[in-house]
């Protein structure tokens, strides 16, 4: 994978520059969208390289993930999961599903739930997540689904 470092970010400033790169720049996502009210709740991971920070994932728990997505108590929502092209296929995107796993499985937390982006639900299934129900645009254009996968 690489000499990368996975820790849980508490200054965002690098999370938000992987977010800024790859959701804004690349696949045009607007800022207010992108940036939303839910950081102030998230967990949020954060991987770094020699280079700096190159990996993000986000996930919420609790009141917020209930507010926002309708989950109960016992369910983590990852989003937001991010990786700079340069890094992209060396499976540190896999690392930080994981770790999203392992941080939600320490908290107590029974499954997680996300919104993955269509081109990306192969590598979800891979981690064993379980897509259902139909295809919607959750605002960006860009067409999802929802997955679940049970942590054991």
Known sequence: ?????????RDLAGCH???????IVEQSIPEAEEMDAYDAHAVHLLATGPDGPVGTVRFLHGA???RK???????AVLGRLATVK?????????ALVRAVEAEA????????????QTHALGFYERLG????????????????????????
């Open 64 to 66: 917020a993930a209930h």
């Open 129 to 152: 997540y379980a897509a259902h129900g139909p295809e919607f645009d959750e605002g960006s254009g860009i067409p999802h689904r929802a997955m679940t996968k049970e942590l054991g």
């Open 105 to 116: 499985r320490r908290l107590g937390l029974a499954r997680i739930y996300l919104e993955a």
């Open 1 to 9: 994978m690489g000499p990368y470092r996975i820790r849980i970010a």
């Open 86 to 94: 340069s890094v992209r296929g060396t499976g540190l995107g896999a």
């Open 17 to 23: 520059a992987v977010r800024r790169e790859v959701f």
């Open 69 to 75: 997505y309708g989950v109960d108590a016992g369910t």
